[in-house]
């Protein structure tokens, strides 16, 4: 039997750089934390050097639109300070990309806040999903142009002009497809797609109930954009390369979209700024090139702490291969958005328990300036604060759990006492204990020393302007990539450098996770497919009812089912059934170490 998507011609993902393997990190899951940690920054050197033949950042075609979007971004930052006017600027994504789009409207807003009070809020974003995405891995809505489009307009219908800004590292989000769309045909609005491919391989497969695919959209975008060469419309997309982690665009994707919008804003607000007032700052960047300069400063310094990023990364691995253990990020300041993002992608990425990995923030939700506000009564996973890790989390610690705390220079937003009465009672457990700080080295730090606790000191001589520490952001984030990444490779969820337990939540990650399956047993596409739906439905026969309904209705069911993709590889080899593919799995310690043999089996017999 063919249901009606087995039919459809397939793209070839891997002719699409974000979905191809990285030939750097081919042995991701062989050379201990301080290898990985070593190859993974030799492909964050691809965020600024770039991928074979292909434009990077620093590339003409490339640097200048970003150079005349941030001038564009000036004169309507000014006529909202000088003249009143409601200028918006938007940005808006799925998963990792969503929340860096909140970060950093939540960031440039806080500019404005500092010194021009009494102007409105300019910087907007919006998440698939809403602001629970921000928290937990809510990977559907990303399927859904429609919703996009009406999320859009909710956020833009009270301004004068607006700068959309569309975010989808893959180009192969329909949610931001449907934006696109919308946006290039309101005057008012720019519309500026990132992504990190060609355009001729964004996404072309089809979207339920909507008449374009990804391809259409973003073809006709870069052909009006060459066309008119106005900013109306506009493509960045430097190619950074493969992910180190095949097609997880946590890493590369979202840390060129933090460069990409801070070189974009940054420089606009610092050549505002200096027509006011004096700004002292150890370093000028008040162009766009300047401020992607001291991006790549900020990433060659973190990545001279490999040694100890890697320290970090064996113990958060060994505490994360244990079955009922904890993993828990303790945020200072404004470090804990930093790991908010880094933790909320372990569900989806690497079939992680939803409170395997959680991050707690200073003053939690209040600290976050997000859409929705408060979110503490949609249940335990988004209480946030400090004080709910002190109330619900520490008293159960054990020698199992690790804690890791996070900050950065110069962040008061808890005094230095409260910080150590934190780091004493969490010492005072039997937890592990871990911290990792961006710049200058604090009292709660230098009490950590000569302790059990693992550091992590990084560098950063350019931590930001005078409200918000943006390079000491990206720096954080570039680490925390490692030390999660690093830890699933080493509790075995990990196979060379491909994901082998995604979730199977939206229409792309059920076509990476069947490429996957195909590509490691050495089957057909099509048949690792059938192999997944019986996993889904938890059957060894699909049946004519099953195969008829779409995509999105196997989706729902798959989202909420754990380990689809390891099971489906053992039955696509044909020598185990249903149940036996379960007991198998549910009888290892090391997934990984499973997949391994099946893969070598199937070598041996081909």
């Keep these: 039997f063919f249901f009606q998507f087995f039919l459809q011609p397939m793209e070839s993902e891997g002719l699409r750089v974000t979905e191809r393997s990285n030939e750097l990190t081919d042995e991701l899951d062989v050379v201990g934390s301080l290898g990985m940690a070593r190859l993974i920054r030799q492909t964050d050197e691809q965020l600024f050097c770039g991928w074979r033949e292909y434009p990077c950042v620093y590339d003409e075609q490339i640097l200048s639109r970003v150079e005349k979007l941030s001038v ?86 009270d301004c004068d002009t607006a700068m959309f800004f569309g975010i989808t590292c893959g180009m192969s989000a329909p949610y931001v497809a449907g934006q696109i769309n919308h946006a290039m045909q309101q005057d008012k609005m720019n519309a500026v797609l990132i992504g990190f491919n060609p355009v001729n391989l964004s996404r072309d497969a089809q979207i339920e109930g909507w008449e374009h695919t990804c391809r259409d959209v973003f073809t006709r975008l870069e052909k009006q954009a060459e066309e008119a060469d106005d900013l109306k419309n506009c493509v960045l997309n430097p190619i950074i390369g493969p992910e180190p982690l095949t097609g997880s665009s946590r890493m590369k994707g979202g840390s060129m979209t933090k460069i990409l919008l801070d ?76 790991g908010l993002i880094d933790a909320s992608e372990m569900v989806d990425t690497y079939g992680c328990r939803e409170d395997e990995v959680r991050a707690f923030i200073s003053q939690g939700w209040g600290n976050c300036s997000n859409n929705e506000g408060n979110l503490e009564t949609m249940g335990e996973a988004f209480h946030l604060s400090n004080k709910d890790f002190i109330r619900d989390i520490l008293p159960s ?48 730090f230098k009490h950590l020393q000569n302790t059990r606790a693992v550091l992590c000191p990084l560098s950063c001589d350019a931590l930001g302007t005078t409200t918000d520490p943006f390079f000491a952001h990206f720096g954080l984030k570039l680490a925390l990539n490692v030390i999660t990444t690093g830890a699933n490779v080493i509790r075995g969820a990990v196979y060379k450098n491909k994901m082998i337990n995604i979730t199977v939540s939206n229409n792309k990650l059920f076509y990476r996770a069947s490429e996957i399956v195909a590509e490691l047993v050495g089957c057909t596409a099509e048949h690792a497919r059938e192999c997944m739906l019986k996993v889904v439905y938890e059957t060894d026969m699909l049946t ?39 007991e198998a799995i549910k009888g290892k310690e090391s997934l990984r170490t499973l997949i391994d043999s099946v893969v070598k089996k199937q070598q041996q017999v081909e």
Excluded at 107 to 112: D, T
């Design 544 to 582: 004519e009812e099953i195969l008829v309904n779409k995509l999105s209705s196997h989706l729902e069911i798959a989202s909420k089912k754990a380990m689809v993709v390891p099971q489906a590889m053992l039955l696509a080899t044909g020598k185990w059934t249903l149940q036996e593919a379960q």
């Design 263 to 338: 070189a974009i804003f940054l420089p606009a607000f610092a050549r505002i700024l200096s027509k006011f007032e004096t700004i002292p700052t150890r370093h000028s960047f008040s162009t766009s090139t300047q401020c992607i300069c001291l991006m790549e400063r900020i990433a060659r310094q973190v990545h001279l702490s490999s040694q100890d990023i890697a320290n970090v990364t064996e113990m958060a691995g060994q505490v994360l291969a244990k079955r009922t253990a904890r993993l828990c990020y303790v945020g200072f300041g404004s470090a804990g958005l930093i």
């Design 72 to 157: 564009l971004a000036e004169e309507r930052l000014l006529n909202n300070i000088v003249k009143g006017e409601k200028n918006a600027f938007i940005f808006s994504g799925c998963g990792t990309s969503g929340r860096i789009a909140w970060l950093c409207a939540r960031s440039y807003n806080r500019i404005i806040a500092a010194h021009y009070p009494d102007v409105a809020r300019a910087f907007r974003y919006s998440i698939s999903g809403g602001d629970q995405s921000l928290v937990i891995s809510n990977e559907l809505p990303e399927d859904d142009p429609l919703q996009g489009e009406a999320d859009l307009l909710s956020v833009s219908e």
């Design 397 to 444: 610690l054990t020698s199992d759990d690790a804690v890791v705390f996070l900050g950065i220079e110069g962040e008061t937003e808890e005094d230095e006492g409260e910080q150590q009465k934190m780091v004493l009672r969490v010492l005072d457990s039997n937890a592990q204990v871990a911290a990792v700080h961006v710049g200058f080295i604090p009292s709660y």
